[in-house]
Structures are given as C-alpha cells and as structure tokens.
C-alpha cells in the first residue's frame, strides 16, 4: 500500500504524539488543582460551622464524602460542624499539589469554646472528598480559646514574595523532623529552629523578644511513642505545613500540628491537641 508524504508526515507526529503521552506518569499531581474552588469550599465550611449545618457545604462535596473527626471517620451529621459556633478568627492555606486546604478556626467567645483545625481534600472533579478535623475543646491539651485568640491575633502570616519561599520539600522535612523528635534521637538536630520563634500549644506560648523559645519543653526522651499517620497540607507561599497525627505517647491523641517557615527557619508553631473526649494527660 502507498502512501502520500503528507500522510507520512502525518503518521508520524500522530506516533510521537501517542509515544510522548506515554512517557508522562499519570499521577494526581498532574491534576490541575484551582485554587478559587479550594477558596470557595473552605468557605462553605467556615459557613457551615457557623451556622452549624452541614446544607452550605452540601453543594461542593462529591457523591460518598467522608468526614473525620478527632481521628475517626463519622457521620457528619452527628459532628462538631452541627453546632453553631461564632467563629473569632480563621486562617486558611492552599496546597495546589495535593488539591487540599487547611483551616484553623477559634470560636473562643462560645457557651462550649472550641478550636479546631480542619484539612479538606478534593478529588479530580473538584469536589470534596474528605473533612477531616481536630476539634480541641475544654479538656484538650493546655486548652484556652481566649489565650489561642490573643496569641493567634499577635502573629503576622503574610504571603511569603515568590523568590523567598522555600520549597515544598524543604517546608515538609522541618515538620517531619519536629514531629519526630519524640522517638527519633537525631531529629531535633534536623529541626531548622528560628530566632524569633514562637510556638502556640494550645493556649500556652512561648514568643517573647528574639529568642529561640520553640525550643522551650521540647522532648528529651526519645524513646516515646511515634507520631503516626501523620496527613500534610503544604502552601509554599505562606511557608506553612499542616500535619494532622496520632499522637500516640499521650493517650493516641488526634493532633494538629502546624508550621511556618520564614527565611529557611520555623518561626511559628501552632497545636492542638485533642484526647477523645477524655482530659488529655502524659
């Protein structure tokens, strides 16, 4: 069979074509995540905490969502985003690779104060997937709402400009390696400790001046209980990780840990820790 040159031609870009798509690894990160959709869901949640119905984030979530709480996979309508809780302050980061965000909210001036902080996780099509929350209340870990509202209001987390932000591995590993320092000899050396940095844990805190407080009560026995399943939210333009754990040397707590990197170095950490309805002791 013949075949003109323009055929040929043809042919050939359409096998170069074929053969190039099958060489690029189809992975969720080859997803393009929109960030206005993350935006517009993340306040749909706010929303619905606010009003303590689940009907504003109805209309973003897909067909089968999840929701966990405190470490546990629930039924929504029986969760924490059902009461109606006048929120204080909220900050939210986006992590464009994962299509996830992660919320903090404090709502400290309520008959039942809570702080809670909450990664949200889209699939393919944009529609949530999965809500999953520490709710930290009376009883949690050094809570007080009102003490984590004045500390919360004090910091600044601006945008990091686009040349000065570290990377998405770099702003990962100083977390891992905080998170690792309860079974892990070797990890706080890892650690890239800040001056100034302030660590916010519950509603005690350590910043004051130019010190290097975050290192103040960390651990000296390495030979506790890991962190484990430890679910990350990254935002390089606010140098910010958020990982939600097990926190298994104090009572397998669900645990929410929070850092921002400036410059390289952690100049803010912010926890929550939250023991199952019980007061959480070491």
Known sequence: MLFSASRINTWAVLVATVRLAASVPLSPAAVECDRAVLAEAAEAYVTSQKAGSLAPLQRFVASGWEYEEN?????????????????DHRRTIYDLVACATFTELIAANNPEPYVIGTQIRHGADGKVTLVDSVASTTGSWLFNAQNTLKYALQEKWDIIPEGKRDSREKIKAAGDAYM???DDA?????????????????GAYTGRGDEDTCRQGIPTNSSQAPNTRRRYVIDESMGSVNILCVWEHMMNAADSHEFRLENGKVRYIHTMTECGGRVCRL
Not at 71 to 87: E, P, Q, Y
Not at 186 to 202: D, F, H, M, N
């Open 71 to 87: 470490n546990k996979r629930i039924d929504a309508t029986k969760s924490v985003l059902t009461k109606a809780l006048g929120i």
């Open 186 to 202: 070797k990890a706080s050396s890892l650690v890239p400790w800040g001056a100034p940095c302030a660590r916010l844990e519950g």
């Open 180 to 182: 690792s320092m309860w």
